[in-house]
């Protein structure tokens, strides 16, 4: 049987649903990467990561990863160069909540979303809670970012700020993923140069005690934050492998643990 949702016909899903198939829901985003990556890359390192994990957990779970949600929130800084998909934040919640909405109505109640955009990590955990109180199901919000982020910690190469947006996680990752990356356009321009004990300054580095974003610190000039020029197809391998790792211990957890109730 296909790993691929789109793929199936309806009593193929009404027995996936019967037998507590496990959904998986990748979401990125359209948007500039500075001038080295395409504006696919949050769109394409999701649809990477449902594939891969889908293909890892099929023997051991019934499971079924959607097509991937292409299009979300970007602050509008950002549409000063071209490749920006913008989509209001509500309209991003309501869209996420009807798509979860369906599925759910369909019979499927273990559902997770692979968060692979920076700026909709309020909006999901918002929606699951609105999710939760009208369908009794609790969906779960997770991020390949967070589930590489130990090992990515031990190999990376730059500095706190190297990693915010286009920069060396996003990049080695696409170079692994893909032949999408223009090596000839790296930059170290627009790494973050500002830290402090509020503000990490990086994804990776710590973890912020404030919401304050990026864009309103440090104005960039190539679309990006962060430094990709020490990015490589090799790290971005271990930093795949290590996020996919993760992603199948929390998945047998979550599928073993986790409980619908009627509302």
Known sequence: MSIYFAEQKWPELK?????????????GTVEEHG???????????????????AEEIQDELPVLVTPTIWSGYSAKEM?????????????VMDMVFD???????????????????GHHSGLLK?????????????????????????????????????SIHGGEWETALMMYLTDLVAEDEFTKEDIMKYHSDFVAGDNFKGSQKVTWSTWGIQRSKTGIYG?????????????????????????????ENNQSYQV
């Open 79 to 91: 549409s000063r160069w071209p490749g920006t998909i913008r989509v209001r934040t509500r309209v």
């Open 227 to 255: 430094d990709p020029t020490p990015a490589t197809r090799e790290m971005g391998e271990k930093i795949f492998a290590a996020a996919l790792k993760n992603y199948v211990k929390f998945i047998k957890e979550f599928y």
């Open 99 to 117: 798509i979860i909405s369906s599925i759910i109505e369909m019979g499927f109640e273990k559902i997770i979303m692979l968060d692979c955009h």
């Open 126 to 162: 918002t929606v699951s809670r609105e999710i939760s109180d009208e369908y009794g199901v609790y969906i779960g919000i997770t991020s390949p970012a967070v589930f590489s982020r130990d090992e990515y910690d031990k190999i990376r190469k730059t500095e706190q700020g190297g």
């Open 35 to 53: 001038k080295h990556l395409p504006i696919e890359t949050d769109a394409r390192i999701a649809e990477g990561f449902g594939k891969a994990i």
């Open 15 to 27: 027995q996936a649903a019967e037998d507590e198939t496990l959904i998986i829901v990748p979401m």
